[in-house]
Structures are given as C-alpha cells and as structure tokens.
C-alpha cells in the first residue's frame, strides 16, 4: 500500500488487493460480481474512513472516489477536501510536460466521451499522476444516470478510456516511463471525475 498526501487530495494505492474468494469468481469470469461486491462495501465503510482522516488530518474530506484493476489485484482510493490539510508532501502543480500530458489526456477524451470543460493535473510523487476533469458528462449521459443507469456508462467509459491511456505510446515518452496501472471514478452529481495514472520506474 502507497498512501500520498498533499495539497486537497489523500490517495491511497493498494497492491495485492484480492481475497481469495475473488479470485475464484475472477477465474469463473464474474468480475461484475466482485465490483458490486466491492461498491457495496465502499458504501459502508466511506463515512468511517471519512469520520477517520478528519480526526487525524483536521479536515473533512468531501468526495472519495476508488477504482479497482482486478487483473492485477491493485487499486486506489482518492480523498478530496475542500481546504489542504497541514500534513503530507507539496503537490507539484507544474510538473515538467503537465501542459503535454493533460493535451493527450484531452486528444483520448474526445475519442470516446465529451471533451471535459477544465482539466488540472498533479504529480503526488515521481511515479503517480492524479488528473482531476471538471464539466465531463453530455447531456445524454446525464439523463442515462437520471434513468438509473450510471454505473453501466461509466463502467464502459472506464474499459475504453483505460485502454486508451495505457496504449498510448506518446503519453509513456512523455512520462519517460510506461503507466502500468490507471484507475478512474466518476462523481455523478459533481459532474467530475479523478483519474490516477501509475508509472513503472524506468529500467
């Protein structure tokens, strides 16, 4: 487990991540199982991990996004407040190529989903980047989440944009170093979305 912290955000990234139950339903091709499993979980648990980092970090967090890679057993966990707390690292804002790599984070968008209205990048660390998107749903998809079908769009959004990212070759070179894992959640009512980007150290 890598946790990060700086600026509004508190990130948690999970390694080995998987129960053994898990693991026999992702053998048996039930991966839609444990992901609800999990959603219910979250659910239950959010406002204790909540009630926990106001106690230790003095602020309350106001969203939390999670999304899981169960292929590789990892996942993440990101904490947004509405003010930086006191503890943890300073957030670089202005990392060399941000303005290079949030221009290809926007050129896959537009592949597959709407152009988001704003888009800010961090580097938490020298191998995690965390892409915070604003103004990222068409009205369409707005209505498909009024309809109660928000977690199939994004779940489709997620597959297609992952599959993007960690294929594109300009965004390793610009990285000088491959992205191994990428995990992205939705915040419906914010019209906002968190993507973390994982890299591999160079060889």
């Known amino acids: 487990m890598v946790v990060s912290i700086g600026h509004t955000f508190i990130t948690i990234y999970l390694r080995n991540f998987l129960t053994p139950s898990e693991r ?7 991966e839609d199982m444990i992901v609800q499993t999990r959603a219910n979980l979250m659910q239950a648990v959010i406002p204790e991990i909540i009630g926990y980092l106001e106690i230790m970090n003095g602020l309350r967090p106001e969203e939390v996004y999670y999304d899981w890679n169960l292929q590789k057993g990892s996942g993440m966990i990101t904490v947004v407040s ?29 592949k597959i989903q709407k152009t988001p209205e704003q888009i800010e990048s961090y580097e938490l660390n020298p191998r995690t980047l965390l892409v ?7 009205e369409l998809e707005k209505e498909l989440i009024r309809l109660g079908h928000g977690r ?3 779940t489709v959004k997620s597959r297609l944009e992952k599959e993007y990212i960690i294929g594109s070759k300009h965004l390793n070179s610009l990285l000088h170093q491959p992205v191994s894992d990428c995990f992205i959640d939705w915040n419906d009512t914010l019209d906002k979305s968190i993507l973390m980007l994982i890299m591999n150290p160079p060889r």
């Open 82 to 110: 509405a003010e930086a707390g006191k503890q943890g690292a300073a957030v670089n804002r202005e990392y060399p190529v941000k303005s290079e790599v949030e221009s290809e984070m926007l050129r896959i968008c537009q």
């Open 132 to 138: 915070v998107r604003n103004g990222v749903y068409l």
């Open 152 to 154: 199939l769009l994004n």
């Open 24 to 30: 026999i339903l992702l053998e048996q091709e039930q």
